[in-house]
């Protein structure tokens, strides 16, 4: 029986990072070719912010609903069925023959990112759960490398002048086959139920033996906001990193269309290594100092590299950024999993709903801000929000901590 139960969570945790490198692939496909896009339909800053924000809008739609799809559908059914319509919005994306059609497939790609998301995180902490240790930091390891891969891929398509449609056809076939059979094995339906704990209170592990206080729907509720502010800070810069790095770098400061796209890389690696060896960094010194510190990477890192206004600084700057919030998602994340009294998948999905705007939302506001004072200014904007995390980080303190699973399950294998 244990045997079988640490093969099904080892099954299970292959495919939900595969899901996790799908939805990086799916999110960062397109970003760039944003310059040609917009050069293509011949869009302004401002037109270009009209246009994203249909992102913002899918998602605020899907999770809104979030929570109950999962309930009535399961966080596996909810992964696969919608990173393959997520993967299907591409193909009109690449074909937008103008603002309009844009607009209407990024809202499409917003719906279907926004409840992947919810629903890979709720299979997220579940895995992480059964083994008993951190593991989200390294399942947003590998979001970012799919996104790492698919900016390459990006850059080099757009360098080569190889035309969007096909690009992003392409990216399409190939990622609806890695989700229809590299995500079977995610943990059906049962899993997404916390299990109540055995034994006399003794043997409660502590995040289930919650004081009232802290298992109260109010604190609960704020402990909640609290965590989708600090993905919002943390957000919106990587949303401008994703939308904006590469027109900054090619209209702002006068770099070619392949140079253009490492802003994001940049951004993109510093990220992957991050999260790969956050799980072990904030186990060590705890998640509150982390985020702190990460927040004045962030914001010191993009900060000087606007100022200096040099491709090369540019993409350091984008570089640190990625480097300063790389854990502030999986933390986040496992703590609103994890919320005494709140589903997981209810728990995420409100901290998503906050903390996905700011990704999907932020960069049509910074389009806005462009409009008005130059692209330069626009993004400082996620240099004073990350600063906020400083003082917001306490309370993933108060909701993070993973559940000990016991000595027969599959924490006390080794680590992978």
Known sequence: MVTDKIATLGRARVAVTLAFVAHGLLAAAWVARIPQIKEHLGLSEGSMGVALLGAPIGVVIAVRFAGRIVACWGSRATTIAAGIVCAGSLVPLGLAWNIGALTCSLLLMGASLGLMDVAMNAQGVA?????????????????????????????????????????????????????????????????????????????????????????????????????????????????????????????????????????????????????????????????????????????????????????????????????GVAVVAPVTFSAAGNVPGVPAAVGISRVTGVGYLGLLGGPPVIGFIAQGVGLTWALAVPVGLVGLIVLLAPATATAAAVPSAAPSEPAATTES
Do not use: K, N
């Not at 002048?161 to 059906?188: E, F, K, N, Q, S």
């Open 127 to 323: 895995v992480e759960r059964g083994y008993g240790r951190p593991l989200m930091s390294g399942l947003h390891g590998s979001y970012s490398i799919g996104t790492l891969v698919a900016a390459l891929i990006g850059s080099g398509a757009a360098q080569a002048d190889v035309p969007v449609p096909l690009h992003l056809t392409a990216a399409a076939v190939v990622l609806v086959a890695l989700l229809a059979i590299g995500c079977r094995d995610l943990l059906d339906r049962s899993a997404d139920t916390i299990p109540e704990p055995h034994g006399d209170a003794s043997e409660v592990p502590p995040s289930r033996s919650a004081t009232p206080a802290l298992a109260s729907r109010a604190l609960s509720r704020w402990l909640l906001i609290m965590l989708g502010v600090i993905g919002l800070c943390s957000f919106v810069g990587e949303g401008a990193m994703a939308d904006w790095s590469a027109i900054y770098l090619r209209e702002d400061l006068d770099t070619g269309p392949g140079v253009a796209g490492l802003g994001y890389v940049g951004c993109a690696v510093a990220m992957t290594i991050g999260r790969l060896a956050g799980d072990r960094i904030v186990a060590r010194f705890g998640p509150v100092p982390v985020l702190r510190t990460g927040s004045l990477i962030a914001a010191l890192g993009l900060g000087l590299g606007l100022v200096a206004g040099h491709p090369l600084a540019a993409v350091c700057g984008f570089t640190l950024f990625g480097l």
